[in-house]
């Protein structure tokens, strides 16, 4: 029984493997719109494979639960265990015209999908007063801790493997 447990608890840690941790920017980062801003991570996403090279990165904002997509940032590449980081410009429009200077998140493309914590985009090039920034007064929206169905379902898929892998045993 020692070794099907460990073939389970092996399972788990591989499929949670593809999960990386986004650690710039942080709450009290401010982006001014239009030029390049650094982006940091732990970890890797290199058991995405080929996808692992140009991971999709979303700016979003909303409150958690209803997240909203605002503009793309651009892509990352994950895959390395050594370079954890990379500089994107950040767009001031998007189809609606101006993004509202305001507080946004990012929405990162890997599985599963990872959020930042909230941080402030400065858009000189947008009308002041914009009323569609992110609500503050109700306390931080925070999506980083949304529970997110892609988490519940890479959580199924390690259970599934780690079920299999102790049947295997089993039999
Ligand atoms: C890390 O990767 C990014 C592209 O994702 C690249 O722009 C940057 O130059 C790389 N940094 C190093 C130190 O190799």
Do not use: H
């Amino acid at each position: 029984m020692k070794f099907s447990i460990a073939a389970a608890a092996l399972a788990v840690a591989t499929v949670a493997s593809a999960q990386i941790q986004l650690s710039d920017p942080t709450e009290g980062t401010v982006w001014t719109t239009g030029l390049a801003q650094y982006i940091r991570w732990t970890g890797n996403c290199a058991s995405m494979g080929a996808a692992a090279k140009a991971v999709k990165v979303d700016i979003v904002n909303g409150p958690s639960g209803n997240v909203k997509y605002v503009a793309d940032l651009g892509t990352i590449d994950c895959s390395s265990p050594t370079n954890t980081s990379t500089n994107l410009v950040v767009p001031s429009k998007n189809n609606n015209g101006p993004i509202p200077s305001g507080s946004y998140a990012l929405r990162v493309n890997t599985d599963p999908i990872q959020y930042t914590t909230n941080f402030i985009i400065n858009n000189p090039d947008a009308p002041s007063g914009g009323a569609t920034a992110a609500p503050t007064s109700t306390g931080a929206p925070q999506p980083s801790t949304k529970p997110s169905s892609a988490n519940a379902l890479a959580a199924g898929s390690a259970l599934a493997v780690a079920v299999l892998a102790v049947a295997q045993l089993v039999l």
